[in-house]
């Protein structure tokens, strides 16, 4: 079973986010669980993500000049893959901590 890591955030590849991996989220009342990906100070834009931004970009965002695009703001992303496109949603909730996604589900009964 993976370890819970807290005090820390996981590692992110150069102009790109953390690998997806599960958080405990503390909403004032309770803690679930969720997937997410972290994204750093300044690390990804709008472009590096290739993200559409059919609503238009928020008010609050960074314009970066030089690339005509805008970064992404800092912090925990919960992940929402089940549907035809991936979307992500800023998670405003107090990140408890993380761990590594497991590994899906195998038969391990052998086929005759």
């Not at 761990?99 to 005759?112: F, R, S, T």
Request: glycine fraction near 2%; charge should be negative.
């Amino acid at each position: 079973m993976a370890k819970w890591n807290r005090n820390t955030v996981p590692k992110c590849k150069e102009k790109d986010c953390s690998d997806e991996v599960l958080i405990t989220v503390y909403n004032g009342y309770r803690n679930r669980v969720v997937k997410a990906v972290y994204f750093p100070y300044h690390h990804c834009t709008v472009e590096d993500m290739a993200w559409s931004m059919n609503d238009g970009i928020p008010d609050d965002w960074e314009y970066v000049e030089e690339e005509d695009t805008w970064w992404i703001p800092q912090g925990w992303y919960e992940v929402t893959d089940y549907i035809e496109d991936y979307s992500y949603a800023f998670i405003n909730d107090k990140v408890i901590a993380w761990q590594k996604l497991p590994k899906p589900y195998e038969n391990m009964i052998k086929q005759l």
